[in-house]
Nanobody
Framework: QLQLVESGGGLVQPGGSLRLSCAAS????????IGWFRQAPGKEREGVSC????????YYADSVKGRFTISRDNAKNTVYLLMNSLKPEDTAVYYC??????????????WGQGTQVTVSS
């Protein structure tokens, strides 16, 4: 059974950091592009970042560029999203998803259940 499980969310003060993890089971995560998405209450889901399986290229939304870093540990079958300098507007449920291809920019197939990130003082 293909499964993605996110973890690492929580409550953090503005300016703080969190590292989200996306652990895969039932498939080899290294073969697929992995994306991070988020959805805030009352807003549409938006893409945050993606890492390619083909060459490790990374992509970021303008709103998080310079603050977030995506990485993958193929030995652990896990992708991470390090979030620094967090802002209240980063508050959302964060999801990871596995793409249908090795490169970013295509449809995503398998989704995790999400992890809540709340940035508040």
């Amino acid at each position: 059974q293909l499964q993605l499980v996110e973890s690492g969310g929580g409550l953090v003060q503005p300016g703080g950091s969190l590292r989200l993890s996306c652990a895969a089971s039932g498939f080899t995560l290294a073969w697929y592009a992995i994306g991070w998405f988020r959805q805030a209450p009352g807003k549409e889901r938006e893409g945050v970042s993606c890492i390619s399986a083909r060459d490790g290229s990374t992509y970021y939304a303008d709103s998080v560029k310079g603050r977030f870093t995506i990485s993958r540990d193929n030995a652990k079958n896990t992708v991470y999203l390090l979030m620094n300098s967090l802002k209240p507007e980063d508050t959302a449920v964060y999801y990871c998803a596995a793409g249908l291809r090795a490169d970013c920019g295509y449809e995503y197939d398998s989704w995790g259940q999400g992890t809540q990130v709340t940035v508040s003082s």
